[in-house]
Every structure is written in structure tokens, then in C-alpha cells.
């Protein structure tokens, strides 16, 4: 005998209990970018005081944070971190998915820059061949068997090795190249990579270059961090807070943050416009990357023998929660992100995927290069390195064959 109250029951009368453990079911992203937005319930539970912790510990049962919640910027976006490292990498065959890898061929010397260009299937990689090579992954994106592909379009214009690339948000079309020449140059990719601008302000050697709110931020070898505007055609920050030259710069919307020959790594206030801190380390800082997008407040540099440091941000104040060696005897030369983690890539050719929490937990290698794998960089699914053996290769899972 039909029961009319049982019939008549929904979704929403249901305790928080049980509607807790049907979310842990639900992709992550879909809880805060759809069902949130469904009724006022679920928008009350998934925004409850506690809810994403206990979801955590609910759902990620293998992985263990608490050394790590006090430095959390955003807790769904870690459940969204540690959600792509089980399906990806830890239960990858359950899932039926497979890494697979693409050469771009073109390059005839070391490659020490790649970028991916944001929502689009278009990557740019510079070389001591003095060019950049503009490169189509739509393909690849659309799970073609192609196992190489050669460039799109060529860059030439440098005397010198391309060292950096970036583009604004705001105007993700114009790359930006910086070289050795000690200039930069602006192409237009919608005009098939068209030499808008010469930039030639800097004295020496560029080492490294963030396009940030419309303004060019590099790092050069004379020991000077540079802001430029390229809408009043001038510098507009110039600030000598390094001893040797400078190899790394992060830019965040309060700070631009420096690591240099000098082992120091300095956290320029841009607002003050003047140093906020100074940290010292044990190494040259390499390379550096910023975790705000895993949901962790870190700061992470790679630096000589492997070694590793992790310093928590907050309020501008800086402190070393970690130091150790990712490898023993081959400098830290790239650091990134792909599919919830922390991307380590080395001179030994290596490329390595650990946890993005401060346990270090090696989830994969790959030692796809045989020589130093200077360039790294991740976006749309996609990871893009580059090696000194010439070789350029971008990574993706997709669903097996």
C-alpha cells in the first residue's frame, strides 16, 4: 500500500547528514558553482561555518592536511586540488583516463620559456635559437592521435635567447617576449604574429617577465626589478633591492615578489613602493610559485641541490615553514602546477609530480627529457615543458582508447 507522505517527500527533507554524504558523490566544483545555487538549503549547508572541513575530511580520507589548515586560503578549492590528484593521478586506471604527451618540433637549441595563452589552445615557447614558435594544441585538445607537430608561426625578430613569455589577461592576444637583447618585444597573435613594439629600456639581459594589470614587471640582470607602462610609454617602478642580478619574479596585487643570484628573495610592497621584507635562503632562488590557486597560502623556490623552501603568506608577512632537498645533486630549474600538483622539474631531466601540501608526497616522474628542463608551465588542462635537449612536450590526460 502506497504510503502519500513517503511519496510525497523530497531531496530537501532530508537531514543535513545524509545530504552531506550524497554531496561527497557530486564533483566538487559542480557543489560550489551549481548546486549551491539550486535552493536555500543546499546554499545554507555548502555555506556553513565548518561544512568544507568535515567535507574534507569526509571525502579525502587519504590525504591529511591538519599541518596545513591554517594556511588555507580557500578550503574548495583544496577539495578541488586533492579532487583532480585521485582522479588523475591516484585512481587514474579506475577512472579510465591516460597521460598522454605531444612533441612540438621546431626548435634547434635549449628551450628556457613556454607559455600557454589563457582559453585557447595556443602555446608560445622561446629558445637560444633566438625565436619563439607559436603552436596550435587544438588537436591535441581534441584527442587526435598525433604524436608531433611542428609550429604555427614563427617569432623572429631577438639577437638573443628568449628567456621569458607572458601575456596580460586583459589583452591575452599580445605576447610578450623578453631576451637576452636586453628588449621586449610585443607580437599580435590575432594578426598572425604581427612585431608590434621593440621595448628597449633595460640595460642588460632580461631574466624574467610578469604582464600583470597592463603593466610589464622583469627581472634583469643588472640587479634592477622594472615596472613598466606601456600606456604612458615609461617606468614607473625601478627599484635596486638585490646584490646580484635577479632570475624570478612573481606579481601578486599588492606585491612583487624577487628572487635573485644573491640568495635573497624580497617582497616588494607596490603600493609603499618600497621593500616590505627580505628573506634569506641557503641557495640562488631559481624559480618560484605561487599555490593561491590550489587554495594554499604558499610561496614555493627551488634552488640549488634540489633544494626546496615553503614560506606561508599573510598579510605580507613571509615565514619558512619547510626546507628541504627535492633532489640531491640537481638544481630546482622550474616550478608549476598540473591537475591539483606541484609541477618540480630539474637538470637531471626530470620532470616530478608531488602533493601541493607540505607533505612532499611524489606522486609520478617522468624523464620524458635528457636535459635540463628549464620551462614549465600549466594552463587548460594542458602542462607544457621544455628541455636543453631541444625537445618541447605538452602533457593531458584523456579518457583511454
Known sequence: MNDPLIESLTLLDLPSEILMEIFSYVNVKN????????????????????????????????????ADLEYIVDLRDVCCTYEDIDK???????????????KLVGHYASIDAAYILPNQNICVTGSRDRSALVWNLSSFMEDNSTEEITSLEVLHGHQGWVWAIDSDKNNANKVV??????????????????????????????LDLCCHDNVYTTACYDKIVRV?????????????????????????????????????VVIFDICAGKVESRIKIDSPAFCMN????????????????????????????????????LWQSYKVTALSSFQGTLVACSQSGAVRMYTPDRSNQLLETFNIHNGDVAAAHSRNNILLTGS????VYAWKFSALS
Open 228 to 264: 613598466y607602462d606601456p600606456r604612458s610609454n615609461g617606468i614607473v617602478v625601478k627599484s635596486r633591492h638585490h646584490k646580484r642580478p635577479v632570475i624570478c619574479i612573481k606579481v601578486t596585487d599588492k606585491h612583487i615578489i624577487s628572487g635573485s643570484e644573491d640568495n635573497t
Open 290 to 325: 605561487l599555490a593561491f590557486q590550489q587554495g594554499f597560502k604558499y610561496l614555493r623556490v627551488g634552488g640549488k641541490e634540489g633544494s626546496y623552501y615553503v614560506y606561508s603568506m599573510d598579510d605580507g608577512h613571509y615565514t619558512l615553514l619547510e626546507s628541504s632537498q
Open 88 to 102: 588523475h593521478w591516484n585512481y587514474r586506471e579506475q577512472n579510465k583516463l591516460e597521460l598522454k604527451k605531444l
Open 388 to 391: 636543453s635537449d631541444t625537445s
Open 31 to 66: 557543489l560550489f558553482h551549481s548546486v549551491i545555487l539550486t535552493c536555500k538549503v543546499f546554499h545554507d549547508i555548502l555555506t556553513a561555518h565548518g561544512f568544507w572541513e568535515t567535507f574534507f575530511a569526509s571525502k579525502f580520507k587519504n590525504h591529511n592536511i591538519r
Open 177 to 206: 617576449t623578453a631576451s637576452w637583447d636586453k628588449s621586449l618585444k610585443v607580437w599580435d597573435l590575432d594578426t598572425n604574429g604581427t612585431l608590434v613594439d621593440t621595448l628597449d629600456y633595460h640595460p642588460s639581459a632580461i
